[in-house]
């Protein structure tokens, strides 16, 4: 089997993508990053691809027609590389159903919250203000639901009594950066299979 490619996209510092890659350089993934892309010009991610020695491009969403033609350049970029798995990595945008149509099943994301349960841009604040005493973070395929696709791995923290987003975010982002890269390993490895519309099973 050919070597897995992997297209990272980001809109931020790519605090997870470090973790990607550092798991890379260590052979826990067995495959390489074809290309970062982000939507935001001052992205910190951008410079940690170069200094990774990685393809990096910013495709700057104000720039583009519409979302058509912002998610039409993105998938060139990424057929271009060769990317056989897409890995969103803090990307702050919505993706539509002809984006997730070019690349089924092959898309990767992470959210800061134990799905289904707090979805959305604010997952902190929400599970703060909900009064929940467990968080944590999901790895799921992406569909064309917002935070919604099979279920692939999920990590727990506790929520403490005197925790504001900050702290939480911290700790739940301790996990991120161990769990992506498991689940990133595992797609890559053949190890996951999808059961009807939203099971993941991990093969031995």
Not at 76 to 96: C, D, H, P, Q, W
Not at 98 to 111: C, T
């Amino acid at each position: 089997m050919s070597k897995h490619i992997l297209g990272i996209l980001c809109s931020g510092r790519g605090s997870n993508m470090q973790s990607i890659l550092a798991a890379i350089k260590s052979g826990q993934i067995k495959a390489e990053v074809g290309i970062v892309l982000t939507d935001k010009p001052e992205a910190r991610a951008l410079a940690v691809a170069r200094e990774n020695g990685i393809k990096s491009i910013c495709i700057n969403r104000k720039e583009c027609k519409d979302q058509q033609d912002f998610e039409e350049q993105l998938v060139a970029e990424l057929r271009n590389a060769g990317v056989t798995l897409v890995v969103l990595a803090g990307f702050m945008r919505i993706l539509s159903p002809y984006f997730v149509g070019e690349y089924r099943h092959q898309i990767l994301n992470i959210h800061p919250s134990l799905l289904p349960s707090f979805g959305g841009a604010h997952a902190h604040r929400d599970v703060l203000a909900y009064g929940t005493k467990v968080s944590g973070c999901t790895i799921h395929f992406v569909d064309e639901g917002m935070d919604h696709g099979p279920i692939i791995l999920q990590d727990t923290v506790p929520v403490l009594e005197n925790d504001t987003e900050e702290t939480l975010a911290a700790r739940v982002l301790e996990k991120e950066h161990i769990l992506y890269p498991r689940a990133i390993e595992l797609y890559v490895d053949g190890k996951l299979e999808l059961v009807g519309e939203r099971h993941v099973r991990i093969k031995n």
